[in-house]
């Protein structure tokens, strides 16, 4: 058999923020490569607004757009920044794109509406509060 070009899976990349280096450090934002049609694609994470996890796969969700990477979910959450916050089995959402709050659901600004797991309520909610007085 042939050696056939398999693209690899997402891979996390840091970007340089332009003109942020404070005391001689470059700050980074994260950013993951997906592949469509065969061609690499960085998404930067501020642009994510959830990730959906199905067995070994990940669908990362933009505003306009859904990918699909060959990790599971805790990989590809592990390589983004700190502003993801798992509510579910299934789910990981971006705090910075949470249009309000309930309960036991979060509604995202792209309309989507998250469960959040029944033993992940109050952890979800502590986090969320602490996220907002940070801010």
Not at 45 to 69: M, P, Q, S, W
Not at 86 to 115: E, M, Q
Not at 116 to 124: D, H, N, Q, S
Request: charged letters at 25%.
């Amino acid at each position: 058999m042939k050696n056939q070009f398999v693209p690899a899976t997402a891979k996390s990349q840091l970007l340089p923020i332009p003109g942020a280096e404070p005391a001689g450090e470059t700050l980074k934002m994260h950013a993951i490569t997906v592949y469509k049609f065969g061609k690499p694609l960085i998404v930067k994470a501020n642009d994510i607004t959830y990730l959906e996890g199905v067995g070994n796969y990940t669908f990362v969700y933009t505003r306009n757009e859904k990918h699909l990477v060959s990790k599971c979910l805790k990989e590809v959450q592990d390589e983004l920044s700190s502003d993801f916050l798992r509510i579910h089995k299934s789910y990981t959402i971006n705090a910075r794109h949470i249009a309000s709050r309930w309960p036991d659901y979060i509604h995202l600004n792209c309309g989507k509406v998250i469960p959040i797991a029944r033993r992940r309520i109050r952890e979800t909610h502590e986090i969320l509060g602490r996220m907002a007085l940070s801010a």
